[in-house]
């Protein structure tokens, strides 16, 4: 029961989406550890990981996107594939998040809200943003190839600006 109404409160409250993709996957079969974790939902919001998730070693992407000052799409969810550092879980997070701009720059062209300049995205990742801005092919980064080719493009046609954040003012990180 508690599980549900916590769902239910990830349409006002996004700063537990994350704990609460986490806490769905045991719904089946809770344990005590999960019941205690999800009464202490109520005070603890946020938390920020890499490769958090103990059984399976991924790292989960988080993000906001707003138009104007209006939140209209977000998300938290475990990745795909598990990451080798932190820069490889946040270029994958930059490739989610450039997709979601991607569609919703589709949709919203469909009701005429046309845009002139493009979407600035923010990454607390230094080395995640080094990778967007540098054409040449790391060697490293080979594992990440179609995700740097996405966001590379991208930002190449205008649809988003990349810019440094500081993780303290970082607002997708209570989805992580």
Not at 114 to 120: D, L, N, R, V
Request: glycine share 2%; aromatic share 10%; hydrophobic share 40%.
């Amino acid at each position: 029961k508690l599980i549900g109404r916590l769902i239910y409160l990830t349409n006002t409250r996004l700063d537990i989406t994350y704990v609460m993709q986490h806490l769905s996957q045991y719904v089946s079969n809770p344990t005590k550890t999960h019941n205690q974790a999800a009464h202490r939902i109520l005070r603890y919001f946020s938390d920020s990981d890499w490769a958090g998730c103990l059984d399976t070693r991924k790292s989960i992407t988080g993000y906001s996107v707003y138009l104007g000052s209006s939140l209209i799409s977000w998300k938290s969810k475990k990745q795909a594939a598990i990451s080798r550092s932190s820069s490889e879980a946040e270029y994958r997070a930059l490739a989610s998040t450039v997709c979601e701009l991607q569609w919703l720059t589709f949709l919203l062209q469909d009701f005429a809200v046309s845009f002139t300049k493009p979407a600035t995205l923010y990454c607390d990742n230094k080395s995640a943003l080094h990778i967007a801005a540098n054409p040449v092919f790391h060697e490293r980064a080979k594992h990440i190839e179609i995700d740097c080719h996405i966001v590379r493009e991208k930002v190449q046609n205008g649809l988003v600006k990349l810019l440094p954040i500081s993780s303290a003012n970082q607002l997708a990180d209570i989805y992580t």
